[in-house]
Nanobody, 126 residues
Framework: QVQLVESGGGLVQAGGSLRLSCAAS????????MAWFRQAPGKEREFVAS??????????AYAGSVKGRFTISRDNAKNTVYLQMNSLKPEDTAVYYC?????????????????WGQGTQVTVSS
């Protein structure tokens, strides 16, 4: 079992930055690929970014809408994954969810992830 707790959401003006954190329980955090998804009102949950880890390096993937603005990273010693969000836009407003998937392969489909956090609200004002 893995429990995920997100933090760091809030209200920010367009062009601003936020850093989301997701703290995971359990001793095998490094065995999980991690991802961030988001869901805006009336819309489906969508992939934002993911990160896996191999013996030698981490690999990342991003949605086209956030590439170049958002950065996902992980600290296995702290059992935490981060999402640094820069140059925020009003269309980034959503509830952001952290998700975990056992194994090193990444996936953009929410159905592939086994564990979810409760979500943290990000609101970007224009």
């Amino acid at each position: 079992q893995v429990q995920l707790v997100e933090s760091g959401g809030g209200l920010v003006q367009a062009g601003g930055s936020l850093r989301l954190s997701c703290a995971a329980s359990g001793r095998t955090f490094s065995s999980y690929a991690m991802a961030w998804f988001r869901q805006a009102p009336g819309k489906e949950r969508e992939f934002v970014a993911s990160i896996s880890i191999t013996w030698s390096a981490s690999t990342t993937a991003y949605a086209g809408s956030v590439k170049g603005r958002f950065t996902i990273s992980r600290d296995n010693a702290k059992n935490t994954v981060y999402l640094q969000m820069n140059s925020l836009k009003p269309e980034d407003t959503a509830v952001y969810y952290c998700a975990a998937k056992y194994g090193s392969s990444q996936n953009r489909s929410p159905s592939e992830y086994d564990y979810w956090g409760q979500g943290t609200q990000v609101t970007v004002s224009s």
